[in-house]
């Protein structure tokens, strides 16, 4: 909540393409806007390719397949297909992404509705385990890490900002709507699938099936609600997908504009889209996808959005009185749970993604130097 409200008075009071890319260098220094943009870029190309290849394995599981390269073939396949929707301009992608969250939340509300017998007959009995012994420990810390990939849809309400109508209206309220309605799906849907698996089987399910909910709701209600449901999560990938898609295209224009990426992902075509930069995030995504790896591409994306929505908070503060729509200790919590987050995650991924980091504003101090020169 921090983050997101960070997120919306900054979207608000400065509503370009390019969410805390824009905001770092309007608010900080030229460094820390780099930082952020490609921050973001790396974070949600790996989201992207998480969730491709999460549309794989339910897809797969669905007709009975467990090749892992199916799966990876598959989720490259639908990236190339939303690259080419996304490539069309953003209102074609709005009425498909429409579609997309309509199937998903029929899926889950009747997921969640079935389920609510199982609910109320185990009552407290699966969850007490959670308060018994240590509350907060190292496992759980890393979880919540991980989980906060999942809440950072609004996200893609700010890199949109200039092409919303009355953004210091519409962006505040978009962004809280998003995040009270996707908290209480994903606490609603927790709540019914550890109820009806307990918590060792719905982590069975997902390290033997890739598709937890799928096999929770084959359990509860045979066939049908297991195909529906394995329906609502496909929809829910590709609806991830397609808005990710949409959003690193326009912080890839929005640093192409600005010289901290190749000027050829800068050009807008006739319908608005900025086609060039859509491709060049497909092409991103697919060679992701190509690893293969769920485990490898989401902890990479959390650790590396943490630092992102780090910088986010840090704008926030430096908004001026008239412009800021919150309290001044919203950011600072922000920015606080964010640091305290990010290094709960593995070494063996946090290591390696500074170094990219590094890399990347190396790049950045490279290029300035040069254009200087020039």
Not at 85 to 91: D, E, K, P, T, Y
């Given at each position: 909540?921090?983050?997101?409200?960070s997120s919306a008075q900054l979207a608000a009071?400065?509503?370009?393409?390019?969410?805390?890319?824009?905001?770092?260098?309007?608010?900080?220094?030229?460094?820390?806007?780099?930082?952020?943009?490609?921050?973001?870029?790396?974070?949600?190309?790996?989201?992207?390719?998480?969730?491709?290849l999460g549309f794989g394995g339910y897809a797969?599981?669905?007709?009975?397949?467990?090749?892992?390269?199916?799966?990876?073939?598959?989720?490259?396949?639908?990236?190339?297909?939303?690259?080419?929707?996304?490539?069309?301009?953003?209102?074609?992608?709005?009425?498909?992404?429409?579609?997309?969250?309509?199937?998903?939340?029929?899926?889950?509300?009747?997921?969640?509705?079935?389920?609510?017998?199982?609910?109320?007959?185990?009552?407290?009995?699966?969850?007490?385990?959670?308060?018994?012994?240590?509350?907060?420990?190292?496992?759980?810390?890393?979880?919540?890490?991980?989980?906060?990939?999942?809440?950072?849809?609004?996200?893609?309400?700010?890199?949109?900002?200039?092409?919303?109508v009355n953004p210091d209206r519409t962006i505040?309220?978009?962004?809280?709507?998003?995040?009270?309605?996707?908290?209480?799906?994903?606490?609603?849907?927790?709540?019914?699938?550890?109820?009806?698996?307990?918590?060792?089987?719905?982590?069975?399910?997902?390290?033997?099936?890739?598709?937890?909910?799928?096999?929770?709701?084959?359990?509860?209600?045979?066939?049908?609600?297991?195909?529906?449901?394995?329906?609502?999560?496909?929809?829910?990938?590709?609806?991830?997908?397609?808005?990710?898609?949409?959003?690193?295209?326009?912080?890839?224009?929005?640093?192409?504009?600005?010289?901290?990426?190749?000027?050829?992902?800068?050009?807008?075509?006739?319908?608005?889209?900025?086609?060039?930069?859509?491709?060049?995030?497909?092409?991103?995504?697919?060679?992701?996808?190509?690893?293969?790896?769920?485990?490898?591409?989401?902890?990479?994306?959390?650790?590396?959005?943490?630092?992102?929505?780090?910088?986010?908070?840090?704008?926030?503060?430096?908004?001026?009185?008239?412009?800021?729509?919150?309290?001044?200790?919203?950011?600072?919590?922000?920015?606080?749970?964010?640091?305290?987050?990010?290094?709960?995650?593995?070494?063996?991924?946090?290591?390696?993604?500074?170094?990219?980091?590094?890399?990347?504003?190396?790049?950045?101090?490279?290029?300035?130097?040069?254009?200087?020169?020039?």
């Open positions: 909540m921090f983050n997101g409200l009071s400065h509503p370009v393409s390019g969410g805390t890319y824009a905001y770092g260098y309007r608010y900080l220094n030229p460094a820390f806007g780099f930082t952020a943009g490609w921050l973001f870029l790396l974070a949600k190309s790996a989201s992207a390719a998480t969730a491709a797969m599981s669905m007709l009975g397949v467990s090749a892992v390269e199916a799966r990876v073939a598959l989720g490259a396949a639908l990236v190339v297909l939303l690259t080419l929707l996304v490539a069309g301009g953003i209102q074609r992608s709005s009425r498909i992404n429409g579609v997309i969250v309509s199937a998903t939340l029929f899926a889950l509300t009747l997921f969640i509705l079935w389920s609510l017998p199982a609910v109320f007959a185990e009552g407290r009995a699966p969850f007490v385990s959670l308060f018994t012994g240590q509350v907060i420990d190292a496992d759980l810390l890393h979880a919540t890490a991980l989980m906060f990939v999942a809440y950072t849809g609004y996200g893609r309400i700010a890199t949109l900002g200039e092409e919303v505040p309220r978009a962004v809280i709507v998003t995040l009270l309605i996707t908290m209480a799906l994903y606490v609603s849907v927790t709540i019914a699938g550890i109820s009806v698996l307990g918590a060792d089987g719905l982590a069975a399910a997902t390290n033997e099936a890739a598709a937890p909910l799928e096999v929770a709701a084959r359990t509860l209600g045979g066939p049908l609600l297991g195909g529906v449901v394995a329906i609502g999560a496909l929809t829910a990938m590709a609806g991830v997908l397609l808005n990710l898609i949409l959003g690193l295209s326009r912080v890839l224009l929005a640093m192409a504009r600005n010289g901290d990426m190749p000027t050829w992902f800068a050009v807008v075509d006739k319908n608005g889209s900025p086609t060039r930069a859509v491709y060049g995030i497909g092409v991103l995504v697919a060679a992701l996808v190509l690893l293969g790896s769920v485990k490898l591409t989401w902890s990479f994306s959390a650790f590396t959005v943490l630092g992102y929505y780090a910088i986010t908070n840090l704008a926030a503060l430096r908004l001026s009185p008239k412009a800021r729509h919150y309290p001044r200790i919203i950011a600072i919590l922000g920015f606080l749970s964010c640091l305290s987050l990010a290094f709960w995650i593995e070494r063996e991924i946090w290591l390696p993604a500074l170094g990219v980091v590094g890399g990347g504003l190396a790049w950045h101090l490279t290029a300035r130097l040069l254009r200087s020169r020039g």
